[in-house]
Antibody, heavy 120, light 107 residues
Framework: QVQLQESGPGLVKPSETLSLTCTVS????????WNWFRQSPGKGLEWIGY???????EYNLSLKSRVTMSLDTSKNQFSLKLSSVTAADTAMYYC??????????????WGQGILVTVSS | DTQMTQSPSSLSASVGDRVTITCQAS??????LNWYHQKPGKAPKLLIY???SLKAGVPSRFSGTGSGTHFTFTISSLQPEDIGTYSC?????????FGQGTKLEIK
């Protein structure tokens, strides 16, 4: 059973870079699309983007200029960097695996989430 | 972006009630619609994929129907553990988008 766990600082200063890591256990990272999401207080989920095992990425255009995702297959981890953060980036951040089948897909499982607050 | 609109935004029902949530897509997404359940303070969990397919291990009281732009999620007999927020999500096009969620409480 694949499990995901987010880690990283819970507090980031405005204008700095948010950096999070998702560790995958119970399965190989080299066999799926690995995604990041966030959920601001009281709001719906927002897809940030994914990285595939080839290193190929797709990002939400709303964040694309500030987002970088990377993969470390030796550690079975993938990472998110979001630059130039503001208070609007305060949210619960989740990682999740995308189960992609020809023409369709869904997100399962998810990590437990990590709260990141942007404040000085 | 495809906008996903859920209704109602919140609802309160009694144990044993039939509960229905709707999700409207701003464009045709075929059956590429998934439903998730999120308990307070927890991560989302997949319940239904491809509009009507129940994930293995999910109780059969949960069901989904629809295609195109209109989708429905139903709990046939509400149980106390079903509280939380239910969200729809489209997989037809990037960026993947979610409804704003329906918060379900027990009366």
């Amino acid at each position: 059973q694949v499990q995901l766990q987010e880690s990283g600082p819970g507090l980031v200063k405005p204008s700095e870079t948010l950096s999070l890591t998702c560790t995958v256990s119970g399965g190989s990272i080299g066999s799926s699309y690995w995604n990041w999401f966030r959920q601001s207080p009281g709001k719906g989920l927002e897809w940030i983007g994914y990285i595939y095992n080839s290193g190929r990425t797709e990002y939400n255009l709303s964040l694309k200029s500030r987002v970088t995702m990377s993969l470390d297959t030796s550690k079975n981890q993938f990472s998110l960097k979001l630059s130039s953060v503001t208070a609007a980036d305060t949210a619960m951040y989740y990682c999740a695996s995308l189960r992609a089948v020809t023409g369709t897909g869904w997100f399962d499982p998810w990590g437990q989430g990590i709260l990141v607050t942007v404040s000085s | 972006d495809t906008q996903m609109t859920q209704s109602p935004s919140s609802l309160s029902a009694s144990v044993g009630d039939r509960v229905t949530i709707t999700c409207q897509a701003s464009q045709d997404i075929s059956n590429l619609l998934n439903w998730y359940h999120q308990k307070p303070g927890k991560a989302p969990k997949l319940l239904i994929y491809d509009a009507s397919s129940l994930k293995a291990g999910v109780p059969s009281r949960f069901s989904g129907t629809g295609s195109g732009t209109h989708f429905t999620f139903t709990i046939s007999s509400l149980q106390p553990e079903d509280i939380g927020t239910y969200s729809c999500q489209q997989f037809d096009n990037l960026p993947y988008t979610f409804g704003q969620g329906t918060k379900l409480e027990i009366k």
